[in-house]
């Protein structure tokens, strides 16, 4: 077989074994061709993570590549690779539950830089985490040796983050002198406020909780020593 027909012969025997049951079985390992790190170990409803692929030795030429994950979970995959690797044979594909890679490279080169796959979530997904298999297999030298004689399989898991919640509710109202009447209570708005002296005093509420614009109390004193309070409050 001439070189330059190799690539094209491996890029088909690699679809050939695309989506085949069983691929991606664990068996005995070998040295890793590859090092999976995660980018970020927490994954929210909606969103995306991705899993970094480096090649742990410089001699790869051809591999196929599985992901294989929960389908109601994770919506899309894809991969994001660079210029070096765009330029060899590369074919993806995604079914319900599994992301496949197939490469080759073109006149005897090699892999030599990492590339990315990015996985998306079902916005309306329910899950305490999830979890990717990542299987190798069918990996050749530039000149069609064989690197490994079974599949390499690699488990990245990843947790759910719940969106936080936001509340405009105050959480305390502490006028800097004086009595409040009745007792503070989040649930009321309306308070009366007795002061000891007549005298003209103005203070400002700025506790709450995270998504509250602020709150801002006015009180006016008058010659008999109390106050009427106003409560202007401002949410969002």
């Given amino acids: 077989m001439k070189k330059h027909d190799f ?3 491996f ?37 995306s993570f991705a899993v970094t692929c480096t090649p742990a030795r410089g001699d790869i030429g051809a591999f196929v590549l599985f992901a294989d994950f929960d389908a109601e979970v994770i919506a899309n995959a894809k991969a994001e690779l660079p210029e070096s690797v765009k330029s060899r044979h590369v074919y993806t594909a995604q079914q319900d539950g599994r992301f496949a890679l197939v490469y080759t490279a073109k006149d005897g ?3 030599t830089e990492p590339f990315t796959l990015v996985f998306r979530t079902e916005r309306g997904a329910e899950f305490d985490a999830v979890t990717v298999s990542f299987s190798v297999t069918d990996a050749a030298n530039a000149v069609g040796q064989e690197l490994i004689d079974t ?19 105050l959480l305390s109202l502490i006028p800097p002198t004086g009595t409040l009447s009745p007792s503070f209570d989040p649930e009321m708005f309306q308070y009366s406020l007795s002061a000891p002296a ?4 103005s203070f400002s509420t700025p506790s709450r909780q995270r998504g509250c614009r602020g709150a801002r109390e006015t009180a006016k004193i008058s010659r008999r020593g109390r106050a009427e309070r106003r409560s202007i409050l401002n949410s969002p």
């Fill in 7 to 9: 690539g094209a012969w």
């Fill in 11 to 47: 890029l088909l025997c690699g679809l050939l074994f695309l989506f085949t049951p069983g691929v991606s079985a664990m068996a005995e390992e070998t040295e890793p061709l590859f090092a999976f790190a995660a980018q970020a170990e927490e994954v929210r409803p909606g969103g």
């Fill in 109 to 111: 080169g090699v892999l």
């Fill in 151 to 169: 599949v390499q399989t690699t488990e990245k898991t990843f947790t759910y983050v719940k969106e936080p919640e936001s509340s405009a509710a």
């Fill in 198 to 201: 007549p005298s003209r005093h």
